[in-house]
């Protein structure tokens, strides 16, 4: 199966910092990843996509790398803003789901002023 | 911009009571999903809705849930009878094409059985 698990719960900042938010799955034959953010009350909001056959996607001031012989994904992010402040959660589609995300437990990033 | 909208945004309900979660996804979206987040925990899988037909559901999806999409535009996420367990948020998400692609999600229901 498929289980997607984050390296640290909290990870704390300084504002314009650069943050680097971890991830590690199972499953080898997972095909899609997604970072997604969710602020307080909130559903969660796509952040940045990478597939499989790619190491690294970037975004505005998001780059995702994927390290596939170790599993591992992770999320940077420039010039860390107040504004980041959420929980930032790493999703993986295994392969012959169609439609299914299995989603980590979720990386609280705050952001120190 | 379009968003995926979801009513009510808290519902309470008595254990053992039917609840109806509603969710209007983004207008030329096909594939239509439902997750769940306990407090404190990750967002799960519960089931996915394409051509009218779910295509995938989780072992949470058991036989006390239904999705329906009742008019073309509403997605609907029923609890036959509702247990403590229950309680959590639940999102509903829309998207253009597979889980290959991004998912939108909306703003949740937050489910509360006493």
């Known amino acids: 199966g498929e289980s997607v698990g984050l390296h640290l719960p909290t990870l704390s900042v300084q504002e314009g910092d650069n943050s680097i938010i971890n991830c590690a799955y199972s499953?080898?034959?997972?095909?899609?990843f997604i970072w997604y953010k969710q602020e307080s009350g909130k559903g969660p909001q796509f952040i940045i996509d990478?597939?499989?056959?790619?190491d690294k996607r970037q975004g505005q001031r998001v780059t995702v790398l994927l390290n596939k012989t170790v599993k591992h994904l992770s999320l940077q992010i420039a010039a860390t803003q107040p504004g980041d402040s959420a929980v930032y959660f790493c999703a993986a589609r295994p392969v012959g789901a169609t439609n299914k995300l299995i989603f980590g437990t979720g990386t609280l990033l705050a952001v120190q002023p | 911009e379009p968003e995926v909208t979801q009513t009510p945004s808290h519902q309470v309900t008595q254990m053992g009571q039917e609840v109806i979660l509603r969710c209007v996804p983004i207008s030329n979206h096909l594939y239509f999903y439902w997750y769940r987040q306990i407090l404190g925990q990750k967002v799960e899988f519960l089931v996915s809705f394409y051509n009218n037909e779910i295509s995938e559901k989780s072992e949470i999806f058991d036989d006390q849930f239904s999705v329906e999409r009742p008019d073309g535009s509403n997605f609907t996420l029923k609890i036959r009878s509702t247990k403590l367990e229950d309680s959590a948020m639940y999102f509903c998400?829309?998207?253009?094409?597979?889980?290959?692609?991004?998912?939108?999600f909306g703003p949740g229901t937050r489910l509360t059985v006493l």
């Open positions: 499953n080898s034959a997972s095909d899609y």
């Open positions: 990478i597939r499989s056959n790619m």
């Open positions: 998400a829309s998207g253009a094409m597979g889980a290959g692609n991004e998912q939108f």
